[in-house]
């Protein structure tokens, strides 16, 4: 989660609660006949965001940094558009399945939006900078292709000497998973009708887990007034699901496979669980699964963490030689004396 949490700040629009509406123009970026503006609130706004994350004020020097990195996105973005470099709707389709699941492999749409609102988004933002993303990728990539095309695949000795390193970290904590009745209470749902349902659906069950099962399936049929399904795999140092589940976090580590809780209260509705899984602690292998219900093992984990670090590397280096090409005094103005608020 900490993962998803890092590249989701990156990928995010800013928004700050700074009142003062400040309108100077920072930068113009020029590459089409259409002119995209920098102000000093727009950059305000994001540097603000940044030292409440970072827990600091940036120096001017770093407000340079974030302000040219703004001015080359713009100009990338122009130039994908101009020379007329898009991306698909599998292709982003892919990408944000990716980011759904590293949330958690069974994650469902409430809590990828969960997830996104305790970052300080909606979906509908999320999805607009992201599609940004990926067009700035492609264009790199695609102008860059021979540097990327020059990465070589880490080796065998190279992931073992990693896994050596770094070997205490791979720590799987205990984890459970657990399916589930729900309620929902958020948005405008009504709470005490939420909470008349759950109690009346506890009734039945009455912690029998067959009669957990029955009731469980009966939420896809229309008009049940509940959701129910398979939460997925609940690890316990899982910060997103501590967000979710609230005071509840704790009980399915508290109960035996096959046992059904009483009614609990999460930030998504009234709820009942039933385990059907426990894993403990363990400190993993090269041939283990990476998290549990992952295709994906250690050993290829390492692998294409490795392989990212150098694909970051070139990236860095692909950005820069791009920079060079599209930033020139026709196509960039400054007004740096703008950044000493």
Same mark, same amino acid.
């Given at each position: 989660?900490?993962?998803?949490?890092?590249?989701?700040?990156?990928?995010?629009?800013?928004?700050?609660?700074?009142?003062?509406?400040?309108?100077?123009?920072?930068?113009?970026?020029?590459?089409?006949?259409?002119?995209?503006?920098?102000?000093?609130?727009?950059?305000?706004?994001?540097?603000?965001?940044?030292?409440?994350?970072?827990?600091?004020?940036?120096?001017?020097?770093?407000?340079?940094?974030?302000?040219?990195?703004?001015?080359?996105?713009?100009?990338?973005e122009q130039a994908a558009e101009r020379d007329k470099i898009t991306v698909s709707d599998a292709e982003f389709n892919t990408r944000l399945q990716g980011y759904r699941n590293m949330v958690g492999p069974s994650a469902t749409d409430e809590q990828f939006e969960a997830a996104l609102k305790a970052q300080g988004s909606t979906l509908d933002e999320f999805k607009t900078k992201l599609r940004k993303q990926l067009v700035t990728e492609?264009?790199?990539?695609?102008?860059?292709?021979?540097?990327?095309?020059? $990465?070589?695949?880490? @080796? *065998?000795?190279?992931?073992?000497? &990693?896994? =050596?390193?770094?070997? !205490?970290?791979?720590?799987?904590?205990?984890?459970?998973?657990?399916?589930?009745?729900?309620?929902?209470?958020?948005?405008?749902?009504?709470?005490?009708?939420?909470?008349?349902?759950?109690?009346?659906?506890?009734?039945?069950?009455?912690?029998?887990?067959?009669?957990?099962?029955?009731?469980?399936?009966?939420?896809?049929?229309?008009?049940?007034?509940?959701?129910?399904?398979?939460?997925?795999?609940?690890?316990?140092?899982?910060?997103?699901?501590?967000?979710?589940?609230?005071?509840?976090?704790?009980?399915?580590?508290?109960?035996?496979?096959?046992?059904?809780?009483?009614?609990?209260?999460?930030?998504?509705?009234?709820? $009942?669980?039933?385990? @059907? *899984?426990?894993?403990?602690?363990? &400190?993993? =292998?090269?041939?283990? !699964?990476?998290?549990?219900?992952?295709?994906?093992?250690?050993?290829?984990?390492?692998?294409?963490?490795?392989?990212?670090?150098?694909?970051?590397?070139?990236?860095?280096?692909?950005?820069?030689?791009?920079?060079?090409?599209?930033?020139?005094?026709?196509?960039?103005?400054?007004?740096?004396?703008?950044?000493?608020?």
């Amino acid at each position: 989660m900490k993962r998803f949490a890092l590249i989701l700040a990156m990928l995010l629009p800013c928004i700050s609660m700074f009142p003062q509406a400040i309108d100077q123009n920072l930068a113009f970026v020029q590459l089409l006949n259409k002119r995209k503006v920098i102000t000093v609130k727009q950059v305000r706004q994001d540097v603000e965001k940044l030292e409440a994350a970072s827990g600091r004020k940036l120096t001017l020097d770093e407000r340079k940094q974030y302000l040219n990195s703004q001015i080359t996105e713009a100009l990338i973005e122009q130039a994908a558009e101009r020379d007329k470099i898009t991306v698909s709707d599998a292709e982003f389709n892919t990408r944000l399945q990716g980011y759904r699941n590293m949330v958690g492999p069974s994650a469902t749409d409430e809590q990828f939006e969960a997830a996104l609102k305790a970052q300080g988004s909606t979906l509908d933002e999320f999805k607009t900078k992201l599609r940004k993303q990926l067009v700035t990728e492609k264009y790199i990539t695609t102008k860059k292709q021979a540097l990327f095309s020059a $990465i070589k695949d880490p @080796t *065998e000795d190279e992931i073992g000497a &990693f896994f =050596t390193t770094y070997s !205490a970290q791979f720590v799987r904590p205990d984890t459970v998973r657990f399916n589930y009745v729900l309620t929902d209470t958020t948005g405008n749902a009504d709470k005490a009708k939420a909470k008349e349902l759950i109690d009346s659906l506890a009734k039945q069950i009455n912690h029998d887990p067959a009669k957990f099962d029955e009731i469980m399936m009966k939420s896809a049929v229309a008009g049940s007034g509940y959701k129910g399904g398979d939460f997925g795999y609940l690890p316990k140092n899982n910060q997103q699901g501590q967000n979710l589940l609230g005071k509840s976090f704790l009980v399915p580590f508290s109960l035996k496979v096959g046992e059904v809780s009483d009614v609990l209260e999460s930030s998504m509705g009234y709820y $009942i669980l039933k385990v @059907t *899984e426990i894993l403990g602690q363990k &400190f993993l =292998t090269l041939a283990d !699964a990476v998290q549990p219900g992952a295709a994906m093992n250690l050993h290829d984990y390492i692998k294409g963490t490795i392989a990212q670090q150098r694909q970051q590397q070139i990236l860095q280096k692909a950005v820069a030689e791009i920079n060079t090409e599209l930033r020139t005094p026709d196509t960039v103005t400054v007004f740096e004396q703008y950044l000493n608020w």
